[in-house]
């Protein structure tokens, strides 16, 4: 049962247009989104996040956008840059006490700026 | 600069060996982490350690075992090896999360992963 679902495998965008990439869950109890992106034969590394208090969270060209009553969040990069080219996943939190608190993570969308 | 590394960076195993693949952090980190990436399957979890000698089942622990002797230590164990344990294995480290209603995200740190092919 996926309950974090990256629709789009993969993703062209132009450099210096928007990329938009779409993430849908499933559990309710998600209290915590995030984004991590991946670059070949690195591990994944946290990009932006965002509570589930919020609709918007912005950092520099990132900006994470959360839909609680679609149950959907999406990552815009705007301008978007050759050195953007990644796997991007999408994660999200159920917070639990006493234990680490897991994250789900969904199955990616490979994204590619060209020139 | 924190660091997670992971032993190797590719290994090549026979069916039915046994597999030990380590992690180490530097960062003091409590919780510790064993992932699998699949093409078209994201990343899943496999085990996960809070505590020195605690550890938890993630959402496919059959097939594997962990070991966490020391804090900045977290071995995952393959005990017999096959085929379909083909993949890309990555560890993460992070520190706990303080309380309150809505805790803060305290970022798991990933190392380089391990692409381990079972022949």
């Known amino acids: 049962d996926q309950q974090v679902k990256q629709n789009s495998p993969s993703l062209s965008v132009q450099e210096g247009r928007i990329s938009i990439l779409n993430c849908d869950y499933t559990?309710?109890?998600?209290?915590?989104f995030l984004w991590y992106k991946k670059y070949p034969a690195e591990g994944p590394t946290f990009l932006i996040s965002?509570?589930?208090?919020?609709d918007k969270n912005e950092d520099g060209r990132f900006t994470v956008f959360l839909n609680k009553s679609a149950k959907h969040l999406s990552l815009h990069i705007v301008p978007s840059q050759p050195g953007d080219s990644a796997v991007y996943f999408c994660?999200?939190?159920?917070?639990?006490?006493?234990?680490?608190?897991?994250?789900?993570f969904g199955t990616g969308t490979r994204l590619q700026v060209t020139l | 600069d924190v660091k997670v590394t992971q032993s190797s960076r590719y290994l090549v195993k026979r069916t039915g060996e046994k597999v030990f693949l380590e992690c180490v952090q530097d960062?003091?980190?409590?919780?510790m982490f064993w992932y699998r990436q699949d093409p078209g399957l994201g990343l899943r979890l496999i085990y996960f350690?809070?505590?020195?000698?605690?550890?938890e089942k993630g959402d496919i622990p059959e097939g594997y075992s962990v070991s966490r002797e020391k804090k900045e230590r977290f071995s995952l164990i393959l005990e017999s090896a096959s085929t379909n344990q083909t993949s890309m294995y990555l560890c993460?480290?992070?520190?706990?999360?303080?309380?309150?209603?809505?805790?803060?995200?305290?970022?798991?740190?990933f190392g380089p992963g391990t692409r381990l092919t079972v022949l």
């Open positions: 965002i509570s589930s208090i919020k």
């Open positions: 350690s809070y505590d020195v000698k605690m550890k």
């Open positions: 559990n309710s109890m998600f209290d915590y």
């Open positions: 994660a999200a939190r159920v917070w639990n006490t006493g234990t680490a608190s897991k994250l789900t």
């Open positions: 960062m003091d980190h409590e919780n």
């Open positions: 993460a480290s992070s520190s706990p999360i303080a309380g309150g209603s809505f805790p803060p995200y305290n970022e798991q740190f």
